[in-house]
């Protein structure tokens, strides 16, 4: 009751807040847009299958199956007939032709009221129109709304687009159990080789996943590459789950040979360039998105993309320019926004980032993207006051769409860093409560729980999350981290043992093993990286270079200093932008008396790490100078 109160107390004043705040700016993009999502696909489907089945106004006698739309050459959209959408022109509208998707764009509440008072009458038994209105609520944070759109829609007739859509919401909100129901409707409904098919197949692939099942779903993606051997996005998505694994080569290998198809689109070439960007070969991004461009020059992926490889190879002024010319194709996307205000807010340039913002959240006041970044931004902004300002902007945002859970989650982040835990924690409880499913939230209010000084608490948290969620690994290294950090090491290792017979070949576990042994027997955790080396395939560099980086600590804590070096350089040279391995190697140098050595492997972890992790490398590196200069006093 709490909290509610304090919502209804903030939500008026800080909406009047953002749209005063509003400038002429432009428009940005968030490095959460590239997760492996199936949002163009669905989008490619959808227009295939109207081709297919050539939907259009109907223009038979049979009245009672009404109106069907077709998808605009224009937005790429399902659109409605003209003549229905010029009954909601608004006044202040410039637009000699308005689409729907400039209506969603520009009012989505007049949006809202067309589809309930219009569409819904006149487009009954048109499966794209449910489709599209169900995306609308869930892409605005709407989520009980979206499901009860598509249950109803789906309850008119089957429709393979529809079920592709839910089915990748559920994925997305991390209900994985009823992800799997809608994608194996799918496939059971159609047997044969159509693009439906392949689409529910990546989707179930891409559950198993998730759900820390790799060796299952890369049975999955290899039996549908077997299946549709021809299908663009089929060896698109294996290519892109291999390079996720750490198998970059054969990645590589894929993407380069699916780019010199006749049928290639833009969105492998910004597949490839994605994966070349997360490995941080920042130059060979560039190269591949400039391929992509001669596509299609206004591809929006590429163009954003390209706006942050820029931002990342040190290119300020051409990022820039390339996010706002980005952001001329991408009114009113939340991921283009928060991309860019993030840009100008590591450039110290806060005032503008703020303004980005606010441009965003007054045309979408639910994206939960914006208002978390709006928040962390008011705490950099006035560290005293900012955490009732952050406070504020989240209040907003759930007042208006009180059941969207990452909210609520983000919210409950927020307070654990920055507020109370006891606040955190009956956020974290509300979210829960809200998406019971989805892991990561029982994981947030266990750490709570821990954080608070009561381990039964988090220990039941976590054991009534196995009963709510089908993926288990999360909630099994969540339990082990929490314990570690509580020093009770024999549930550690009970917990790393669990996790290890649900996925043995995750080598993040196998890592995480170790660090229970290390503190205590770095003999035994040298045994387990070792164990774990001849499990991992030696393509996958990262995460030799992490274990290697875990051999070389128990090297050093054994006094075998030579041996700690070699490993330690080993991981280097694997994975030369993990901040960590450089971290621990200067920690290392610092033991062993090479300051200056300790200091230079501070500085580049400090360039490598999240812009909250820097002041911990500044601070280290004043210990070393001030270690440095009281040797040279004396």
């Not at 998707?101 to 009012?107: C, K, T, V």
Request: glycine share 4%; charged share 25%.
């Amino acid at each position: 009751m709490a909290i509610r109160r304090a919502l209804l107390t903030r939500r008026s004043a800080v909406l009047g807040h953002w749209s005063n705040s509003v400038a002429s700016v432009a428009v940005p993009t968030s490095q959460a847009a590239f997760s492996f999502s199936n949002d163009h696909r669905i989008k490619q489907q959808q227009r295939h299958a109207a081709a297919v089945h050539g939907q259009r106004r109907l223009l038979s006698t049979d009245v009672d199956l009404g109106y069907f739309g077709s998808y605009s050459e224009r937005t790429g959209e399902w659109e409605p007939d003209q003549s229905h959408l010029d009954e909601v022109v608004r006044s202040d509208s410039l637009d000699a032709h308005p689409t729907l998707q400039s209506l969603i764009r520009d009012d989505i509440e007049e949006a809202r009221r067309f589809f309930r008072n219009v569409l819904q009458v006149h487009y009954h038994n048109d499966m794209d129109m449910w489709n599209k209105w169900a995306t609308m609520e869930w892409k605005d944070g709407k989520i009980v709304l979206a499901r009860k759109i598509y249950a109803k829609a789906s309850k008119i007739r089957f429709s393979p687009v529809l079920y592709q859509s839910w089915g990748t919401m559920e994925s997305e909100l991390q209900n994985y159990m009823e992800a799997r129901r809608l994608f194996s409707v799918i496939l059971a409904t159609d047997s044969s080789n159509s693009l439906q098919a392949a689409m529910a197949s990546l989707g179930l692939a891409l559950v198993e996943d998730r759900c820390g099942n790799t060796a299952k779903a890369r049975r999955m993606l290899l039996q549908a590459k077997k299946r549709f051997p021809d299908d663009l996005h089929v060896a698109e998505a294996y290519a892109l789950f291999e390079g996720r694994h750490g198998n970059v080569k054969l990645a590589r290998q894929m993407l380069s040979a699916i780019a010199e198809r006749g049928d290639c689109t833009p969105q492998v070439f910004h597949a490839w360039a994605y994966l070349e960007f997360r490995r941080g070969s920042y130059n060979e991004t560039l190269s591949i998105i400039d391929r992509g461009l001669v596509t299609d020059p206004y591809d929006k992926p590429l163009l954003m993309l390209r706006a942050l490889a820029l931002a990342k190879s040190g290119d300020n002024e051409s990022a820039r320019e390339a996010f706002i010319k980005h952001t001329k194709f991408a009114k009113g996307d939340p991921r283009a926004f928060n991309a860019f205000a993030q840009f100008e807010e590591e450039n110290g340039n806060f005032e503008e980032a703020q303004r980005i913002y606010h441009s965003i959240l007054q045309q979408q006041p639910t994206s939960a993207s914006n208002i978390t970044g709006l928040a962390y931004l008011q705490v950099k902004m006035d560290p005293e006051g900012g955490v009732e300002s952050g406070r504020d902007a989240f209040a907003t945002g759930v007042n208006i769409a009180v059941d969207n859970a990452e909210l609520w989650h983000n919210w409950g982040i927020f307070e654990e860093r920055h507020g109370t835990p006891e606040l955190a924690k009956r956020l974290y409880t509300e979210a829960v409560e809200k998406a019971p499913w989805a892991a990561d939230y029982w994981c947030s209010l266990a750490r709570v729980e821990s954080k608070l000084g009561d381990t039964k608490a988090m220990r039941v948290t976590l054991d009534k999350a196995t009963m709510m969620c089908t993926n288990k690994l999360p909630l099994l290294v969540a339990l082990a981290k929490l314990e570690l950090k509580n020093r009770n090491f024999k549930q550690a290792r009970e917990a790393c043992v669990a996790a290890l017979k649900v996925d043995k070949n995750r080598p993040s576990t196998w890592n995480l093993r170790a660090m229970v042994e290390l503190v205590h027997n770095p003999e035994r955790a040298k045994g387990i990286v070792e164990s774990a080396l001849k499990i991992i395939p030696t393509h996958d560099h990262v995460s030799w270079g992490i274990l290697l980086c875990t051999y070389a600590r128990c090297y050093a804590a054994m006094g075998d200093y030579d041996n700690a070096a070699t490993s330690f350089r080993e991981a280097i040279r694997l994975d030369a932008g993990n901040y960590h391995t450089h971290m621990y190697l200067a920690n290392f140098m610092e033991k062993m008396g090479e300051l200056e050595e300790a200091k230079k492997r501070y500085e580049t972890a400090s360039l490598l790490c999240p812009s909250n992790k820097v002041h911990l490398m500044e601070r280290h590196i004043a210990d070393v100078i001030a270690k440095a200069e009281s040797e040279r006093g004396v």
